[in-house]
DNA sequence: ACCTATCGTTGAATCCAATTCATCGAAGGG
DNA sequence: CCCTTCGATGAATTGGATTCAACGATAGGT
């Protein structure tokens, strides 16, 4: 069945209805102009019916054409895509999906110590907050926010974190106890499992109404909160560096009830527990982290 | 990018996979079992891994082999109906899906009429209750039950039907006013925009509590009321060929209120417009129903 | 244990299909 | 009007895919 499926026209096809130029195509593929016609001719010939309309020196694609670019140049990507995979695999690549703030504020900082720690290893990173399709092979793994619905796919949860009122050490002299709050801006963070809302009912109060800035990315709460525009209801681990670099603080730590809870999984399917890259990594990750794997 | 894309190799790797002998990929590609051999390690030579494991004169694809014939399995397939899509175009073949019920009570018996009235045309059917995927190219009209949701498809309806109870002759008889019903079964159909509940409330009545036979298929409602199982609230349309055998009546058509709506629709994605078998079999779907386009 | 049949491997030889070459006509640009 | 560029065409060529032939390994039968 896939006998006569002639592969090498298909290439030249694909490549003059992508440029629209015969000439291009066989400068891309690296033969003469003359043998994408050919084998255009032989295409055309096998089902029946032109794919360019041929205007003086010109080619265009028809309606044919257009239909059977779409489906060819799907046809190779699927292939070419993977070849790249199993390349990949063999070259310790790990192809990593994760959330933004997680990405940008915990797992960038340790990249350089991930590559020290795992000589070989080499990391492409993709931050969003897309749920990668795993089915497509795209990444192989993703660390993603919140507890994934999908069927079929191995979560492990990457440990709680607390969540604590952050501010500018400068606005911490203003906030001895929770009700302080009740005089500053409350920076309000999208998106997140633990709003300002969850918080006041921890700590036995009533929030108050909505006011303040809105970002929808924990790492734009973080830094605005380091800025001084008020106080940001965040994950300590998020906020690490800043925390570390003395550019935020945590007040009320001693004095309030913080929330606890597990935010963040990694997610992979399950035929990765074959992939090298991907064990090295989790084992990493997870000793980063200090935990231990179950 | 596709230059150094090793498509004979590819396809001697999918079909020693898919069969798990190099023999009989061999055979199947008409080459010999020497030459998959030598295309197989040429492959492993590029992504510098193995593929298959050799356990004496038997193979058996590894991790690595698995995940390339995944995606490689599915990019020739996409080469070869996009190859198959243009050639159908050529040479007048309509993939039609149909609703079930439809296909199989009016279009069916109508079919040696299309193939006569437009010589050359050959169409291939479907029935089923799922809605055709468009962007992958399986099919080039659905005839569907229901108004579409998706966007960016053609949808023409089919004009109205009109739905009343229907019986077999010998029921008929203690049928004179729509109270009648309340003393036969009444036979019910799933998944349908009419049921017995509307017809009465039309008639100024209120509905019998549930009894009697339910189905999911008109045609097998209207199936069970020509065997005299009960009356069944169905279109005429769908019930044509009973009506003009006799097997069923519409006993209260002259003495109640009928209801009439618009159930079913063509649709077909815009692109399609250039399908000259598309173009045939529209003009002539709509001359029977006695409808013009619209 | 032995024989036989089957399967995959390997390197050299072979061959045929893909490609090039040479030439042509057509169209656009200056 | 000349020059360049592009695609078409048919015959010639070539190099990569394929076969050939010999070999090792394994399983099954007797």
Redesign the pocket.
């Known amino acids: 069945m896939l006998r006569q499926l ?1 592969l ?2 298909l290439r ?1 096809f694909e490549a ?1 209805a992508r440029t ?7 400068e891309e ?14 295409l055309e010939d096998l089902i029946g019916a032109g794919l ?1 309309e ?6 265009r694609l028809n309606a044919a054409g257009e239909t059977l670019l779409r489906h060819v140049a799907s046809g190779f990507e699927e292939l070419r895509h993977g070849l790249e995979v199993v390349s990949a695999r063999q070259m310790n690549l790990l192809r990593l999906h994760c959330a933004p703030s997680l990405a940008a504020q915990w797992l960038l900082p340790r990249l350089p110590r991930l590559i020290a720690d795992a000589p070989g290893l080499t990391v492409r990173l993709s931050a969003g907050t897309d749920y990668p399709k795993f089915h497509a092979d795209e990444f192989d793994a993703d660390i993603r926010y919140g507890r994934p619905r999908a069927e079929g796919l191995a979560a492990l949860p990457l440990g709680e974190e607390t969540v604590t009122p952050l501010c500018a050490p400068a606005l911490a002299a203003r906030l001895r106890t929770p009700a302080d709050l009740y005089d500053l801006e409350l920076i309000e963070s999208d998106n997140k499992q633990v709003r300002w809302t969850d918080w006041f009912a921890a700590n036995g109060l009533r929030a108050p109404s909505p006011r303040g800035s809105r970002f929808d990315r924990s790492f734009m709460a973080i830094a605005a909160a380091a800025d001084g525009l008020g106080v940001a209801l965040e994950s300590t681990r998020l906020a690490e560096r800043e925390l570390d670099a003395g550019r935020l603080v945590a007040p009320l730590r001693e004095c309030s009830v913080d929330i606890r809870y597990v935010g963040h999984f990694l997610v992979y399917p399950p035929r990765a527990r074959s992939n090298r890259a991907l064990r090295t990594f989790e084992t990493w990750l997870f000793a980063q982290l200090g935990l231990t794997r179950g």
């Open positions: 002639p090498g026209a030249a003059a629209g130029s015969f000439r291009a195509a066989g593929l690296a033969i003469s102009a003359s043998a994408i016609s050919h084998a255009i001719r032989k360019f041929r205007e003086g020196r010109a080619v």
